[in-house]
């Protein structure tokens, strides 16, 4: 009977969430956002795709989050960007991931924009993630532009 009632009582237990980080990522014609993996090497290689945008073919972006709780709608991960193109006006771009809880430990989930929409959306200059239960807003984590 005690194990019933504690039962009953944690899956009254509201979810909560939270986004801990975005990592946003060059990728090359090959798909890769470092060449050896190191975080120097990641960050230098990062650097060089920077610099050289010919030789980029998409973004990822890495959002890590971590939900308490016991969620009552689907859960999903969406990400607002900002950029901008020479002479054309700025864009936006939403993408979205639906997500399944992941226990005690946070998760990393990823997104990426490439293909033709890539192409189109320019330069990143501000992103937004958040985490969502159903229609309900848990987190979010902004760049300092957005």
């Known amino acids: 009977m005690l194990a019933g009632s504690l039962a009953f009582a944690l899956s009254g237990q509201a ?5 801990i980080k975005m990592l946003p990522f060059f990728l090359d014609l090959q798909g890769r956002n470092e060449l050896f993996p190191s975080l120097y090497e990641r960050d230098a290689y990062q650097n060089y795709l920077l610099l050289n945008p010919e030789k980029r073919a998409a973004m990822r972006f890495d959002v890590q989050w971590k939900v ?27 993408l979205e991931k639906p997500v399944e809880p992941g226990g005690w430990f946070s998760r990393w989930t990823s997104l990426r924009l490439e293909g033709q929409p890539y192409k189109d959306f320019g330069q990143l200059t501000s992103w937004r993630a958040t985490l969502w239960e159903g229609d309900k807003l ?9």
Not at 15 to 19: F, H, I, P, S
Not at 138 to 146: C, G, M, T, Y
């Open 15 to 19: 979810a909560t969430g939270k986004v």
């Open 68 to 94: 308490k709780g016991f969620p009552q709608a689907p859960l999903k991960i969406r990400l607002q960007l900002r950029g901008s193109a020479r002479g054309n006006p700025a864009r936006e771009t939403v």
């Open 138 to 146: 848990l987190s979010e984590q902004k760049s300092f532009l957005w």
